[in-house]
């Protein structure tokens, strides 16, 4: 059965890459081009479920507006496309508004895609099309205004949050209800570069208590901060059980989450919890399997409680979660997990002294 695709692209240039993209994808149907999502809604009401690619710009108004009207009156299944350079300052609010996924279409791509956005690009497509849209639903935030007591002591305990694609939207969601740890430090691997990360901290930062940036080589790590580590940042930490970041000396990882939750784990043990969100690939089975052998914390995801499919079968099969959990039940889950790993640290702490 093929994916029905839904385009609203103006940019010629855009448009072309698009058409190639899937031109080479046999499992996909273009049923509509339009120049708007108010004619992409009025045509695709009756078409039913439909993938949108959807082009962002640099008009922050008109980009927004055009999602919002698709998911109005969808919702559905959102697949941005762009000059990254280009749209990311309004990354941050497309996800947030419940766009699936963003594929960044540059410069050099207009005379011929690379392998590396083919292979993305249909991943992209093939995972959109078996979303479950009557979970997705906009990330309402809002801004807070308290950082903790601003004593940014070393973190004592981490979460490795691995964030496939098609995940970011949850992402968001998490930390923007996820009570602040100050002697805890989370790690977010994402599924973007690392020219793009700035933007998004700064807007993310706004609406959670923890304090949110970009990893930097010889920047000690403290409590009530999140990282955000990009998909090709070259990314490590110091010494064995060093809380401290320094820049790895191997090449840029294909698995970006399973390379942070291992590096985590093989620094701090039991002290760090890890946990999959939905999204796409397999990317995150291997680091969930080193965190549960470490004494480590394992959480992903069920199956059927999240928009996207994800099943990292193979940590299941080794046995190495602890828990799978529905996206609505998460914040208060690992909440719960960290309130207990401090417990637990406390009460070994005054046996040593008694």
């Known amino acids: 059965m093929k994916t029905w695709i839904g385009l609203i692209i103006a940019n010629k240039q855009i448009k072309g890459v698009v058409d190639t993209l899937l ?3 046999d499992i996909t149907q273009v049923v509509g081009r339009y120049a708007s ?3 992409a809604v009025q045509d695709l009401g009756v078409k039913g479920n439909v993938v949108i690619v959807l082009e962002l710009d640099d008009d922050y108004r008109r980009s927004l507006t ?3 009207t698709v998911q109005l009156f969808g919702p559905y299944a959102v697949l941005g496309v762009g000059d990254g350079h280009v749209v990311s300052p309004i990354l941050f609010d497309a996800f947030r508004l ?12 207009i005379n011929g895609p690379s392998d590396s956005l083919f292979r993305d690009f249909s991943q992209s497509i093939e995972s959109l099309a078996t979303a479950d849209l009557s979970r997705l639903s906009r990330a309402r935030l809002s801004p807070v205004t308290e950082k903790g007591s601003g004593a940014l002591g070393e973190a004592e305990y981490f979460i490795a949050l691995g964030v496939p694609r098609g995940g970011i939207s949850q992402m968001v969601r998490l930390l923007g209800s996820l009570p602040l740890k100050e002697d805890a430090a989370v790690f977010v691997s994402l599924p973007l570069p690392y020219d793009l990360i700035d933007s998004f901290a700064t807007q993310l930062d706004v609406y959670t208590g923890w304090s949110v940036n970009r990893f930097l080589p010889e920047e000690r790590i403290t409590g009530g901060t999140c990282y955000l580590i990009a998909s090709n940042d070259l990314f490590d930490i110091g010494g064995e059980g060093e ?3 320094i820049q790895s000396k191997h090449s840029v990882s294909e698995w970006p989450i399973d390379d942070m939750m291992r590096r985590l784990a093989r620094a701090f043990g039991p002290q760090v919890v890890g946990v999959l969100l939905e999204g796409m690939g397999d990317d995150g089975a291997d680091g969930l399997i080193t965190i549960r052998r470490r004494g480590g914390t394992a959480i992903s995801l069920k199956q059927d409680g999240s928009i996207l499919n994800l099943a990292p079968a193979r940590a299941d099969d080794e046995g190495a979660l602890d828990m799978r959990v529905d996206r609505d039940d998460l914040e208060r889950t690992l909440s719960y997990v960290l309130t207990q790993l401090m ?3 406390h009460l070994n702490t005054m046996s040593v002294h008694i």
């Open 66 to 68: 055009q999602l919002k």
């Open 243 to 245: 809380r401290v970041f």
């Open 37 to 39: 999502a108010e004619e």
């Open 23 to 25: 031109k080479v994808n």
């Open 98 to 109: 419940g766009m699936l996924d963003f594929i960044s279409i540059e410069s050099e791509d």
């Open 343 to 345: 417990d637990l640290s």
